[in-house]
Protein backbone atom coordinates (compact mmCIF):
# COMPACT_ATOMS: atom_id res chain seq x y z
CA UNK A 1 0.00 0.00 0.00
CA UNK A 2 1.17 3.38 -0.81
CA UNK A 3 2.22 5.86 2.13
CA UNK A 4 -1.60 6.73 2.34
CA UNK A 5 -0.34 10.54 3.30
CA UNK A 6 1.36 10.65 -0.17
CA UNK A 7 -1.66 8.79 -1.84
CA UNK A 8 -4.37 10.99 -1.46
CA UNK A 9 -3.10 14.42 -0.54
CA UNK A 10 -4.00 17.15 -3.36
CA UNK A 11 -6.37 14.63 -5.11
CA UNK A 12 -8.20 16.13 -8.05
CA UNK A 13 -11.17 14.39 -6.85
CA UNK A 14 -12.42 13.04 -3.34
CA UNK A 15 -10.97 9.37 -2.46
CA UNK A 16 -13.97 6.59 -3.10
CA UNK A 17 -14.71 4.76 0.04
CA UNK A 18 -16.34 1.50 -0.35
CA UNK A 19 -18.31 1.26 3.15
CA UNK A 20 -19.23 -2.39 4.43
CA UNK A 21 -21.39 -2.57 7.76
CA UNK A 22 -24.86 -2.86 9.48
CA UNK A 23 -26.61 0.23 7.67
CA UNK A 24 -30.02 -0.46 9.40
CA UNK A 25 -32.37 2.30 10.76
CA UNK A 26 -30.96 3.39 13.81
CA UNK A 27 -27.02 1.64 13.29
CA UNK A 28 -24.27 3.51 14.25
CA UNK A 29 -22.32 2.14 11.49
CA UNK A 30 -24.90 4.10 9.15
CA UNK A 31 -24.16 6.99 10.91
CA UNK A 32 -20.11 6.91 10.72
CA UNK A 33 -20.47 6.64 6.77
CA UNK A 34 -22.83 9.92 6.88
CA UNK A 35 -19.68 11.09 9.02
CA UNK A 36 -17.00 10.31 6.08
CA UNK A 37 -19.27 12.05 3.40
CA UNK A 38 -19.37 14.92 5.80
CA UNK A 39 -15.45 14.76 5.85
CA UNK A 40 -15.86 14.99 2.07
CA UNK A 41 -15.06 11.62 0.96
CA UNK A 42 -17.24 9.59 -1.83
CA UNK A 43 -18.82 6.98 0.00
CA UNK A 44 -21.04 3.65 -1.35
CA UNK A 45 -22.27 1.84 1.37
CA UNK A 46 -22.63 -2.06 1.39
CA UNK A 47 -25.18 -3.26 3.87
CA UNK A 48 -23.59 -6.33 5.69
CA UNK A 49 -26.52 -6.66 7.66
CA UNK A 50 -28.86 -10.10 7.52
CA UNK A 51 -31.89 -8.92 9.66
CA UNK A 52 -33.15 -10.62 12.68
CA UNK A 53 -32.14 -14.24 13.05
CA UNK A 54 -33.68 -16.93 15.48
CA UNK A 55 -33.36 -19.99 16.24
CA UNK A 56 -37.35 -21.19 15.76
CA UNK A 57 -37.24 -19.35 12.58
CA UNK A 58 -33.91 -19.53 11.23
CA UNK A 59 -32.55 -22.59 12.66
CA UNK A 60 -29.42 -23.50 10.02
CA UNK A 61 -28.09 -19.42 10.38
CA UNK A 62 -28.77 -19.37 13.84
CA UNK A 63 -26.71 -22.20 14.49
CA UNK A 64 -23.98 -21.29 12.21
CA UNK A 65 -23.79 -17.98 14.67
CA UNK A 66 -23.59 -20.10 17.76
CA UNK A 67 -20.65 -21.93 15.89
CA UNK A 68 -19.04 -18.54 14.89
CA UNK A 69 -19.28 -19.04 11.45
CA UNK A 70 -22.11 -16.60 10.47
CA UNK A 71 -24.05 -17.02 6.81
CA UNK A 72 -23.00 -13.69 5.00
CA UNK A 73 -26.96 -13.51 3.51
CA UNK A 74 -26.12 -10.15 2.90
CA UNK A 75 -23.83 -11.19 -0.18
CA UNK A 76 -21.22 -8.42 1.29
CA UNK A 77 -18.33 -10.54 0.49
CA UNK A 78 -19.41 -10.79 -3.62
CA UNK A 79 -19.73 -6.74 -3.24
CA UNK A 80 -16.08 -6.62 -1.95
CA UNK A 81 -14.39 -8.80 -5.10
CA UNK A 82 -16.61 -7.08 -7.10
CA UNK A 83 -16.47 -3.29 -6.22
CA UNK A 84 -13.41 -3.41 -3.92
CA UNK A 85 -11.14 -3.06 -6.50
CA UNK A 86 -12.41 0.45 -7.86
CA UNK A 87 -12.32 2.04 -4.81
CA UNK A 88 -9.22 4.08 -2.82
CA UNK A 89 -10.60 2.67 1.03
CA UNK A 90 -12.61 -0.32 1.68
CA UNK A 91 -13.72 0.69 5.18
CA UNK A 92 -15.46 -2.49 6.97
CA UNK A 93 -17.44 -2.09 10.20
CA UNK A 94 -17.49 -4.85 12.52
CA UNK A 95 -16.57 -7.14 9.54
CA UNK A 96 -17.62 -10.69 11.52
CA UNK A 97 -19.24 -11.80 8.18
CA UNK A 98 -16.18 -10.96 5.66
CA UNK A 99 -13.82 -13.88 4.68
CA UNK A 100 -10.19 -13.80 4.59
CA UNK A 101 -9.94 -15.18 1.35
CA UNK A 102 -12.47 -12.18 0.23
CA UNK A 103 -9.50 -9.91 1.64
CA UNK A 104 -6.89 -12.00 0.00
CA UNK A 105 -7.95 -11.72 -3.19
CA UNK A 106 -9.05 -7.83 -2.93
CA UNK A 107 -5.50 -7.39 -1.71
CA UNK A 108 -4.22 -9.34 -4.78
CA UNK A 109 -6.02 -7.29 -7.66
CA UNK A 110 -5.70 -4.02 -6.14
CA UNK A 111 -2.24 -3.99 -3.98
CA UNK A 112 -2.61 -0.01 -3.58
CA UNK A 113 -6.00 0.05 -2.07
CA UNK A 114 -6.36 0.78 2.03
CA UNK A 115 -8.22 -1.34 3.91
CA UNK A 116 -9.36 0.01 7.19
CA UNK A 117 -11.42 -1.92 9.97
CA UNK A 118 -13.63 -0.35 12.84
CA UNK A 119 -15.67 -2.01 15.35
CA UNK A 120 -17.63 -0.18 18.57
CA UNK A 121 -17.21 -3.63 20.55
CA UNK A 122 -14.91 -5.88 22.03
CA UNK A 123 -13.78 -7.82 19.15
CA UNK A 124 -12.25 -10.67 21.78
CA UNK A 125 -16.34 -10.77 23.17
CA UNK A 126 -16.52 -14.50 21.18
CA UNK A 127 -20.57 -13.47 21.32
CA UNK A 128 -19.27 -9.95 19.41
CA UNK A 129 -16.77 -11.73 17.05
CA UNK A 130 -16.52 -14.95 14.55
CA UNK A 131 -13.59 -17.02 13.26
CA UNK A 132 -13.68 -15.59 10.26
CA UNK A 133 -12.75 -11.85 11.55
CA UNK A 134 -9.33 -12.67 13.52
CA UNK A 135 -8.42 -14.54 10.37
CA UNK A 136 -8.91 -11.22 8.53
CA UNK A 137 -6.70 -8.81 11.26
CA UNK A 138 -3.33 -9.53 9.11
CA UNK A 139 -5.05 -7.76 5.79
CA UNK A 140 -6.38 -4.53 7.84
CA UNK A 141 -3.60 -1.63 6.95
CA UNK A 142 -5.24 -0.12 10.18
CA UNK A 143 -8.44 -0.59 12.55
CA UNK A 144 -9.99 1.47 14.95
CA UNK A 145 -11.03 0.48 18.06
CA UNK A 146 -13.48 2.51 20.56
CA UNK A 147 -11.59 0.08 23.65
CA UNK A 148 -8.62 0.71 25.04
CA UNK A 149 -7.67 -3.24 26.17
CA UNK A 150 -8.20 -4.13 22.56
CA UNK A 151 -4.91 -2.36 20.86
CA UNK A 152 -2.65 -4.72 22.54
CA UNK A 153 -4.80 -7.46 21.66
CA UNK A 154 -5.60 -6.95 17.97
CA UNK A 155 -2.29 -5.84 17.71
CA UNK A 156 -0.94 -9.05 19.00
CA UNK A 157 -3.42 -11.45 16.81
CA UNK A 158 -1.68 -9.64 13.44
CA UNK A 159 -3.37 -6.39 13.12
CA UNK A 160 -0.76 -4.33 11.47
CA UNK A 161 -1.84 -0.85 12.91
CA UNK A 162 -4.32 -0.28 15.64
CA UNK A 163 -5.76 3.03 17.17
CA UNK A 164 -8.05 3.93 19.87
CA UNK A 165 -10.77 6.70 19.47
CA UNK A 166 -13.51 7.33 21.84
CA UNK A 167 -17.18 7.02 21.33
CA UNK A 168 -19.27 9.86 19.48
CA UNK A 169 -22.50 10.68 18.36
CA UNK A 170 -24.33 12.09 15.35
CA UNK A 171 -25.55 15.43 15.19
CA UNK A 172 -28.65 14.59 12.72
CA UNK A 173 -29.65 12.15 15.05
CA UNK A 174 -27.96 12.64 18.76
CA UNK A 175 -29.53 16.48 19.48
CA UNK A 176 -32.13 17.39 21.91
CA UNK A 177 -35.48 17.33 20.51
CA UNK A 178 -38.93 17.87 21.77
CA UNK A 179 -41.85 16.71 20.12
CA UNK A 180 -45.44 18.37 20.96
CA UNK A 181 -47.54 15.21 22.11
CA UNK A 182 -44.41 13.00 22.58
CA UNK A 183 -45.55 11.46 25.95
CA UNK A 184 -42.08 10.04 26.51
CA UNK A 185 -40.90 12.25 29.73
CA UNK A 186 -40.31 10.16 33.08
CA UNK A 187 -38.48 10.67 36.09
CA UNK A 188 -35.65 7.88 35.57
CA UNK A 189 -35.01 5.80 32.86
CA UNK A 190 -32.55 3.05 31.21
CA UNK A 191 -32.27 2.19 27.17
CA UNK A 192 -30.72 -0.65 26.34
CA UNK A 193 -30.76 -4.45 25.58
CA UNK A 194 -31.64 -7.13 28.77
CA UNK A 195 -28.18 -7.75 30.57
CA UNK A 196 -28.80 -9.69 34.02
CA UNK A 197 -26.13 -7.24 35.58
CA UNK A 198 -28.32 -4.55 34.23
CA UNK A 199 -31.25 -5.87 35.38
CA UNK A 200 -30.42 -6.77 38.78
CA UNK A 201 -29.23 -3.22 39.44
CA UNK A 202 -32.46 -1.65 38.12
CA UNK A 203 -34.40 -4.51 40.44
CA UNK A 204 -32.51 -3.16 43.47
CA UNK A 205 -33.21 0.87 42.39
CA UNK A 206 -36.70 0.19 42.11
CA UNK A 207 -36.80 -1.78 45.61
CA UNK A 208 -34.52 1.00 46.99
CA UNK A 209 -37.45 3.45 46.30
CA UNK A 210 -37.19 4.50 42.65
CA UNK A 211 -39.31 3.41 40.08
CA UNK A 212 -37.53 2.92 36.47
CA UNK A 213 -38.67 2.90 33.15
CA UNK A 214 -37.08 0.48 30.85
CA UNK A 215 -37.15 0.90 27.06
CA UNK A 216 -35.42 -1.55 25.41
CA UNK A 217 -35.38 -5.34 24.02
CA UNK A 218 -35.26 -9.28 25.43
CA UNK A 219 -36.06 -7.86 28.75
CA UNK A 220 -38.53 -10.73 29.26
CA UNK A 221 -36.39 -12.88 32.19
CA UNK A 222 -37.01 -9.52 34.27
CA UNK A 223 -40.86 -8.99 33.13
CA UNK A 224 -41.75 -12.55 34.56
CA UNK A 225 -40.41 -11.27 37.22
CA UNK A 226 -43.05 -8.98 38.03
CA UNK A 227 -40.78 -6.15 40.49
CA UNK A 228 -43.24 -3.09 41.67
CA UNK A 229 -42.07 0.04 40.05
CA UNK A 230 -40.48 -1.14 37.07
CA UNK A 231 -41.82 -0.50 33.83
CA UNK A 232 -41.30 -1.41 30.50
CA UNK A 233 -41.62 0.01 26.94
CA UNK A 234 -40.68 -0.69 23.50
CA UNK A 235 -37.17 -0.11 22.47
CA UNK A 236 -36.91 3.58 20.68
CA UNK A 237 -34.72 4.79 17.94
CA UNK A 238 -33.48 7.73 16.07
CA UNK A 239 -35.85 10.45 16.82
CA UNK A 240 -37.86 8.67 18.96
CA UNK A 241 -34.65 7.72 21.31
CA UNK A 242 -33.09 11.09 21.17
CA UNK A 243 -36.71 12.98 22.71
CA UNK A 244 -36.74 10.29 25.42
CA UNK A 245 -33.65 11.13 26.30
CA UNK A 246 -34.27 14.37 26.67
CA UNK A 247 -37.60 13.76 28.32
CA UNK A 248 -36.22 11.88 31.06
CA UNK A 249 -34.74 13.78 34.32
CA UNK A 250 -32.15 11.35 35.05
CA UNK A 251 -30.75 8.67 32.39
CA UNK A 252 -29.15 5.59 33.31
CA UNK A 253 -26.08 4.65 32.11
CA UNK A 254 -24.75 0.75 32.61
CA UNK A 255 -21.57 -0.92 31.04
CA UNK A 256 -21.56 -4.29 29.00
CA UNK A 257 -19.37 -6.53 31.36
CA UNK A 258 -19.18 -8.85 28.60
CA UNK A 259 -17.60 -6.25 27.10
CA UNK A 260 -15.35 -5.27 29.29
CA UNK A 261 -16.92 -1.69 28.27
CA UNK A 262 -15.49 1.57 29.85
CA UNK A 263 -17.39 3.52 28.25
CA UNK A 264 -20.24 3.11 25.39
CA UNK A 265 -22.23 5.03 22.46
CA UNK A 266 -24.74 5.80 25.23
CA UNK A 267 -21.92 7.32 27.36
CA UNK A 268 -21.73 10.17 24.48
CA UNK A 269 -25.37 10.15 22.90
CA UNK A 270 -27.08 11.04 26.46
CA UNK A 271 -25.36 14.11 26.86
CA UNK A 272 -25.48 15.31 23.43
CA UNK A 273 -29.37 14.71 23.55
CA UNK A 274 -29.32 16.98 26.19
CA UNK A 275 -29.83 14.25 28.72
CA UNK A 276 -28.58 14.21 32.09
CA UNK A 277 -26.31 11.11 32.45
CA UNK A 278 -25.94 9.28 35.70
CA UNK A 279 -23.30 6.33 34.78
CA UNK A 280 -20.98 3.72 35.89
CA UNK A 281 -17.83 5.64 37.17
CA UNK A 282 -14.63 5.00 35.04
CA UNK A 283 -11.55 6.72 34.25
CA UNK A 284 -12.81 6.75 30.52
CA UNK A 285 -16.28 8.07 31.56
CA UNK A 286 -14.54 10.83 33.97
CA UNK A 287 -12.22 11.87 30.88
CA UNK A 288 -15.26 12.50 28.62
CA UNK A 289 -16.90 14.48 31.26
CA UNK A 290 -16.33 15.73 34.51
CA UNK A 291 -17.74 14.11 37.16
CA UNK A 292 -20.09 16.28 38.98
CA UNK A 293 -20.07 19.10 35.97
CA UNK A 294 -20.50 18.06 33.11
CA UNK A 295 -22.28 14.33 33.85
CA UNK A 296 -22.82 12.50 37.65
CA UNK A 297 -21.07 8.55 38.09
CA UNK A 298 -21.77 5.71 40.83
CA UNK A 299 -20.60 2.43 42.26
CA UNK A 300 -22.41 0.14 43.21
CA UNK A 301 -26.51 -0.03 43.84
CA UNK A 302 -25.98 1.86 47.26
CA UNK A 303 -24.31 5.05 45.79
CA UNK A 304 -26.51 4.51 42.54
CA UNK A 305 -29.95 4.72 44.99
CA UNK A 306 -28.51 7.72 47.30
CA UNK A 307 -27.60 9.87 43.47
CA UNK A 308 -30.68 9.18 41.54
CA UNK A 309 -32.45 10.46 45.06
CA UNK A 310 -30.22 13.43 45.05
CA UNK A 311 -30.68 14.94 41.50
CA UNK A 312 -34.50 14.04 41.29
CA UNK A 313 -34.40 16.56 44.74
CA UNK A 314 -32.13 19.50 42.85
CA UNK A 315 -33.56 20.06 39.37
CA UNK A 316 -31.83 23.21 39.19
CA UNK A 317 -28.35 21.17 39.70
CA UNK A 318 -29.06 18.39 36.99
CA UNK A 319 -30.26 20.64 34.24
CA UNK A 320 -26.79 22.43 34.82
CA UNK A 321 -24.70 18.87 34.47
CA UNK A 322 -26.89 18.36 31.75
CA UNK A 323 -26.52 21.47 29.88
CA UNK A 324 -22.67 21.53 30.89
CA UNK A 325 -22.56 18.15 29.26
CA UNK A 326 -23.92 18.78 26.11
CA UNK A 327 -21.76 21.95 26.14
CA UNK A 328 -18.41 19.41 26.13
CA UNK A 329 -19.82 17.23 23.48
CA UNK A 330 -19.98 20.21 21.04
CA UNK A 331 -16.71 21.88 22.06
CA UNK A 332 -14.65 19.28 21.98
CA UNK A 333 -16.30 17.90 19.23
CA UNK A 334 -17.39 14.40 19.75
CA UNK A 335 -19.03 13.65 16.68
CA UNK A 336 -18.58 11.00 14.23
CA UNK A 337 -17.31 13.05 12.19
CA UNK A 338 -14.47 14.48 14.84
CA UNK A 339 -13.94 11.56 15.83
CA UNK A 340 -13.02 9.83 12.73
CA UNK A 341 -11.19 12.87 11.62
CA UNK A 342 -8.97 12.50 14.46
CA UNK A 343 -8.54 9.06 13.88
CA UNK A 344 -8.10 9.21 9.97
CA UNK A 345 -5.02 12.22 10.64
CA UNK A 346 -3.79 10.20 13.08
CA UNK A 347 -3.28 7.38 10.98
CA UNK A 348 -2.25 8.98 8.41
CA UNK A 349 -4.76 10.08 6.07
CA UNK A 350 -5.50 13.39 4.03
CA UNK A 351 -8.87 14.13 4.61
CA UNK A 352 -10.29 16.24 1.52
CA UNK A 353 -10.65 19.36 1.13
CA UNK A 354 -13.49 21.63 -0.04
CA UNK A 355 -11.51 22.22 -3.04
CA UNK A 356 -11.17 18.02 -4.23
CA UNK A 357 -14.64 18.22 -4.46
CA UNK A 358 -15.60 21.31 -6.48
Request: one cysteine or more; hydrophobic letters at 40%; proline letters at 6%.
Amino acid sequence: MAPVVEKFAGAMRPPRILYVGDLGPGSTAEMRMRALETLGFSVTGVNSASGSISARRNPIQYLAIKMRRPMDLAGANARLAKDGPNADIVWIDKGVTIRPETLATLRARAPDISIIGYSPDDMMNRNMSSQFFRRTLPFYDVFFTTKTYNVAELRDLGCRRVIFGPNAYDPATHRPLARAGGGLGVDVGFIGTYEPDRANLLGLLAGGGVPVVIRGNLWEPMKRLGIPGVTFQPAVIEDDYAEAIGATRINLAFLRKSNRDLQTTRSVEIPACGGFMLAERTAEHQELFAEGVEAAYFDGVEELIAKTKHYLGHEEERARIAHAGLARCLRDDYSYAGRLRAALEEAGFAIPTAAANE
